[in-house]
Every structure is written in C-alpha cells, then in structure tokens.
C-alpha cells in the first residue's frame, strides 16, 4: 500500500483540448512525528490524591485528564495543567483496568476484579452496567477479566474479554447483544490475550493481542484484515485522527507510534522511575493539543509529554 492518495483531478484547457491532472497528498500517518520530551511536576504536587497503579488515562473534549487507578477514589480528574479537579467511584470498583470517553463525554471503564464494563455520565453518575458483578462467564450477559472497550462514531461499542476469555464482544448503543469473535490461540483472529482495543473513523477494529506482540485489525462483523508486529507488546493503545496508532508496550517499557500501515514510525521511552522512563506502561492517550499522558502500572504515576 502506497503512502500516497489520489485526491483531486483538475481540468485544464490548452488549445482546445483538454487536460487531466492529478494531485497527490501524503499519508498523515507517515509524516515525521515530533519528539516529545516529558513535562515536570505534572500532575501538580498538590493533589490530593496519591496515585496507586495507573492503568488508564483519557481526555475529554476540553482536555481535562481523567486517570483510572487502583486505589480509591479510582477516578481523578485533572486540568490540563495538572491541577486537581475532583474525583469520584469510591467503593465501585475493585481492580481497575481500561477507561474510554466516548463523543458524548460518557466515561467507560472495566473493572477485571468484578468482571465489568460500566459507563458512566462526565460527572460520574452510573448510567449502564454489563456482565455480572463476581460472576466471570462467556455468555453474552457476562465477561472474564473483561480489559478495554473501543466505542465507535455511531455509539456501538466493542469489549475486549480478555484475561479469562479471549474474545471480542460486539454490542448495540442500547447494550443490547450483537455478536462475537475469537478464541485462544495464535493463529489470524485467534487472540492470547487482547488487552487493548480502539475503533477508526470507518469502523475498523483494532486489537491488542498482548501476549502474541501484536495488533491485529478487523472489519466491525470480526473479519480478519491484517496484523501488525512491530508495535510490540500492545498494553495499551490510542488511535489519532490521521491513524497513527500509539501503542504503550508495557514489556519493553516504551511507546512506540505505527502509521495507518502498522509501520514503526517512533519510539521513545527506556526502564526506569526517571522522568521519561517507564516502569510498565499500560496506556496512552493524546488530547485535542497533541500532548500525551502516559499511565504505568508498576511506576504508579502518569506522565504526560509534549513536541519539542
């Protein structure tokens, strides 16, 4: 595939006769990619909170930063300036995993202790609740260690089962059940742990299969496409505008950005409590200004990084 796109015809006349020409665009995706060096004293000293294993990290449409922990209040949200706004979900949750928000500003979350995916209002208020709470399973109505949840543009929304199942559930706006696909295994659609999960603008899927060190695309219906390899191990992902997939690889304690091609493109990030090092991180995110936090299991903070 070609980083190059047809993009317009123009028309010209010359001695009565005409002239077709084409305009060609490079793929966003494959453009250079800034350097990013890591901000100091972000979040702010001053929180209130003390952060415990970050496992999650999205931002709303104004940029506040909302952080999934495990500790309680599991949810903190900051300004984009590190400044503490508020938190909330004491006593909900008991082992946090994967938080998404949605383009209504709901915020979703799965919980792999109690087996649950949960959406929320913005301001925290429990608007829908799937599977069973301490019942894992893989019927419809339940999950196993369910890990992330990509919601696509027409509000559908795709659940990554994965510690206990290996699968990817499909479900209507409403929650209703829609279906299913995967397995364990190695083989193209088969899955040893999807752990990460996000959707494009078309209504590909894109899955984080952890444990075989790769990402692997699907058409919404779970046909197969392609799978990537030099992501690493995909603990975390985050899909941009121009589909420039950022992959947190929590084995090797990097970020690692592929273009729409699944072609390493950048990394950065080394072993370590430094600033700029990582100790397992387990999620990306970049806001609307092109800053990115990064959340770490182990190093029990978020760092967020901005171009040089």
């Not at 209703?176 to 364990?184: D, L, N, P, T, V």
Request: some cysteine; hydrophobic content about 40%.
């Amino acid at each position: 595939m070609h980083a190059r796109t047809l993009v317009l015809l123009t028309l010209l006349a010359s001695s009565g006769s005409l002239v077709l020409t084409a305009a060609f665009a490079e793929d966003p995706s494959s453009k250079p990619i800034p350097a990013y060096k890591v901000v100091a004293d972000w979040p702010s000293p001053s929180s209130p909170i003390k952060l415990g294993e970050v496992s999650a990290v999205a931002t709303d449409a104004p940029d506040r930063v909302f952080v999934f922990h495990r500790s309680e209040p599991p949810v903190v949200v900051f300004d984009r300036d590190g400044k503490y706004l508020r938190s909330w979900g004491e006593g909900l949750v008991k082992k946090a995993h994967g938080m998404r928000i949605d383009r209504d500003q709901n915020v979703w979350i799965t919980d792999v202790g109690h087996h649950l995916v949960r959406k929320f209002d913005h301001e925290g208020s429990l608007l829908m609740t799937l599977g069973r709470q301490g019942m894992p399973g893989a019927a419809p109505d339940r999950f196993n260690q369910p890990t992330d949840v990509a919601i696509t543009p027409s509000g559908e929304f795709f659940v990554a089962d994965g510690y206990g199942n290996a699968r990817v559930v499909r479900f209507a706006k409403d929650g209703r059940y829609i279906s299913e696909w995967g397995s364990k295994g190695k083989r193209e659609g088969q899955f040893h742990l999807p752990h990460a999960i996000v959707a494009d603008a078309d209504g590909r899927i894109y899955v984080g299969d952890r444990e075989n060190d790769r990402v692997q695309v699907f058409d919404p219906q779970g046909k197969y496409l392609a799978q990537w390899t030099e992501g690493g191990a995909p603990y975390g992902l985050f899909l941009t505008a121009d589909r420039r997939l950022f992959v947190a690889d929590g084995r090797a304690d990097r970020v690692t950005v592929l273009d729409r091609n699944g072609k390493a493109r950048q990394h950065w990030g080394s072993t370590g409590a430094g600033p700029g090092q990582f100790d397992m991180p387990h999620a990306v995110c970049i806001d609307s200004q092109g800053d990115v936090y990064v959340a770490e299991i182990d190093g029990r903070r978020l760092q967020k990084f901005t171009a040089k």
